[in-house]
C-alpha cells in the first residue's frame, strides 16, 4: 500500500539556520503531496502542494519539489525562525489510482528554532 | 474567513460516560472527516462522510460513532470512552470526493479520560 518515510525528529536548530526535513513517499502512479504543519496544541494547517512531478511548492519562506525520480519531497527553508517551531507532517493522498479517501501520513518531525 | 470550527477545544469526560464532539464548517464542501490524533503520533482517519454517505475505517472501534445532519455540522459520538480514546480529535473537509484535493482541518477538541 501507498507510505510515507519522514526523517524522524526532533531536530533542533538556532534562528537563521537551513532546514532541511527528508521524505520520500511510496505509491503507485501520480499521487498529491502535501507539507501540513502542526503548532502546539492547534490543528494541522497546510503548509504547501505539489501534484505533479517537478511541481514544487512555496508558502512562508518553505519549498518542497515533487520529484517522481527518487519519489520524494523534501521540506526546506533558507532561514528558519523561532516561530517556525512545530510539528511538520509529509503527506500524500492517491484518491484517483484506488488508494482511499485518508490522507496518509509521515510518523511527523518536530522542529525546536533556539533564538 | 472560512473554516473549520470544532467545539469545544478541550472536554473532560469520565470514564464510560457518552461524549459528543461537534464540528462544523463554513467552508461548503461535500467531505468531512474525523480523525484521531494521540501524542506524538501522526492523525488516524475514522472515518468519513461524503453527502451524507457515511464511510467508516476498517479498523474503527464500534465505540465511535458519527452524524452528519446537514453540510456543515458533524458530530463524533464516542458512547464509551476508555482511558484509551484520550486523544486530540480533528475534524478536516475537503470540497470533492475522489479527486487528491487537499484537507482543512480545524483546531481540534483535546478529549480527556477521568
Known amino acids: 500500500g501507498d507510505s510515507v518515510t519522514q526523517m524522524e525528529g526532533p531536530v533542533t536548530l538556532s534562528e537563521e539556520a537551513f532546514l532541511t526535513i527528508n521524505c520520500t513517499y511510496t505509491?503507485?502512479?501520480?499521487?498529491?503531496l502535501f507539507w501540513y504543519v502542526q503548532y502546539p496544541g492547534e490543528g494541522l494547517q497546510l503548509l504547501l502542494k505539489?501534484?505533479?512531478?517537478?511541481d514544487k511548492g512555496s508558502n512562508k519562506g518553505f519549498e518542497a519539489t515533487y520529484r517522481k525520480e527518487t519519489t520524494s519531497f523534501h521540506l526546506e527553508k533558507g532561514s528558519v525562525q523561532v516561530s517556525d517551531s512545530a510539528v511538520y507532517f509529509c503527506?500524500?493522498?492517491?484518491?484517483?489510482?484506488?488508494?482511499?479517501?485518508?490522507?496518509?501520513f509521515g510518523k511527523g518531525t518536530k522542529l525546536t528554532v533556539n533564538p | 474567513d472560512a473554516m473549520v470550527i470544532q467545539n469545544p477545544r478541550y472536554q473532560v469526560t469520565q470514564f464510560g460516560k457518552p461524549v459528543t464532539l461537534s464540528c462544523s464548517q463554513t467552508?461548503?464542501?461535500?467531505?468531512m472527516y474525523w480523525y484521531q490524533q494521540k501524542s506524538s503520533q501522526a492523525p488516524k482517519l475514522l472515518f468519513h462522510?461524503?453527502?451524507?454517505?457515511?464511510?467508516n475505517e476498517a479498523d474503527t472501534p464500534d465505540n465511535f460513532q458519527s452524524r452528519r445532519p446537514n453540510t456543515s455540522f458533524c458530530f463524533l459520538d464516542i458512547r464509551s470512552p476508555g482511558l484509551g480514546d484520550a486523544a486530540m480529535y480533528l475534524c478536516?473537509?475537503?470540497?470533492?470526493?475522489?479527486?487528491?484535493?487537499?484537507?482543512?482541518f480545524g483546531d481540534g477538541t483535546r478529549l480527556s479520560i477521568l
Open positions: 467552508l461548503n464542501h461535500n467531505v
Open positions: 462522510y461524503y453527502d451524507k454517505d457515511f464511510n
Open positions: 503527506a500524500l493522498s492517491n484518491i484517483p489510482q484506488g488508494g482511499s479517501e485518508k490522507l496518509v
Open positions: 478536516a473537509t475537503s470540497r470533492i470526493r475522489g479527486t487528491n484535493q487537499p484537507q482543512h
Open positions: 505539489a501534484t505533479k512531478a517537478d
Open positions: 505509491a503507485t502512479g501520480y499521487p498529491s
